[in-house]
């Protein structure tokens, strides 16, 4: 691409991509919805005559682009293609779109669809192809959303506020639990540990209950450390979210995590969530791995 352009138009660049069944379809029509130039599965070697195209017209700034994980071209050289498009003077955010293995397989399920690398063969075998496939352009990205806690509006929303963030809106903040031994998610912000709490799966009547029955809350928040590590990291929050607004920030994740993500980092979320929810915090409370093991350590 020449570089010598100056006066060309700048254009506004969206990148999706990510594992299949993560929401790229209803994100690229969310952002056409947002009237961005949408198209699906374009083949990265038509993305700069696109680019030097749409440079040469007034209509379209705005463009949002879905990139199939399966085109060698993208995987190799996803990097440089952002790095070119920046260059000339584009605004361009990569977005990696991610979700549990259950959910994925829960969607694939529900869809009746086959998982495009395991048409003939089970969703699992898939989903580690994939994985494995789009590694690469996870670590590149500039942003990865997990999808597994969404429904079809809280994904639509998710979209629009990592794609247009308002300078005078106060984030949209992520209170998340999650189980350390499935991955910390690299969308957080903040990680706290809290494995270091009575831990509700030594005890028999409790162990089958998740962090959001008050007996296993309860009996987590018996401990004076609880509530302090929680009032701390409230406190953390509140000096926070005024420094990301006048960032222009659009959202911020707060991650809780224990061992398997059913019991304290789901009470400790909770806790938070609540609290920050009385003071008029504009949250969602997500349990990214609540109910994979229930029971589990």
Do not use: W
């Not at 993305?47 to 440079?55: G, Q």
């Amino acid at each position: 691409m020449d570089s010598s352009s100056g006066s060309s138009q700048k254009l506004r660049i969206v990148l999706i991509s990510g594992l299949s069944g993560a929401g790229k379809t209803l994100s690229l029509k969310t952002l056409e919805d947002q009237e961005y130039f949408a198209i699906d599965n374009l083949p990265a070697s038509l993305i700069d005559p696109l680019a030097l195209l749409l440079e040469q017209q007034q209509q379209i700034t705005k463009v949002a682009l879905v990139m199939d994980g399966r085109d060698q071209t993208f995987l190799a050289r996803a990097a440089k293609i952002v790095q070119g498009l920046e260059a000339r003077g584009h605004s361009v955010l990569f977005l990696f779109l991610d979700a549990s293995r259950e959910i994925l397989i829960r969607r694939f399920a529900e869809s009746r669809r086959p998982h495009p690398l395991a048409r003939s063969g089970p969703v699992n075998t898939g989903i580690d192809r994939e994985e494995a496939l789009l590694k690469p352009l996870r670590q590149v990205a500039t942003m990865v959303l997990d999808t597994s806690a969404t429904n079809v509006h809280e994904l639509r929303q998710l979209i629009i506020d990592a794609v247009e963030p308002r300078a005078d809106a106060s984030p949209h903040l992520f209170v998340t639990s999650f189980g350390f031994k499935y991955g910390v998610p690299l969308e957080a912000a903040f990680v706290f540990d809290v494995r270091f709490l009575p831990n509700p799966f030594f005890v028999e009547t409790l162990r089958p209950h998740s962090g959001q029955d008050a007996r296993v809350s309860d009996y987590i928040f018996a401990s004076p450390e609880a509530a302090i590590i929680r009032d701390q990291i409230l406190e953390l929050v509140r000096t926070v979210l005024p420094l990301c607004t006048r960032e222009g920030r659009s959202s911020l994740m707060v991650a809780i995590g224990c061992t398997g993500g059913q019991h304290r980092s789901v009470a400790m979320a909770e806790s938070i969530a609540n609290t920050l929810k009385s003071e008029g915090v504009d949250l969602e409370v997500l349990h990214r791995d609540m109910g994979r093991n229930l029971g589990g350590v």
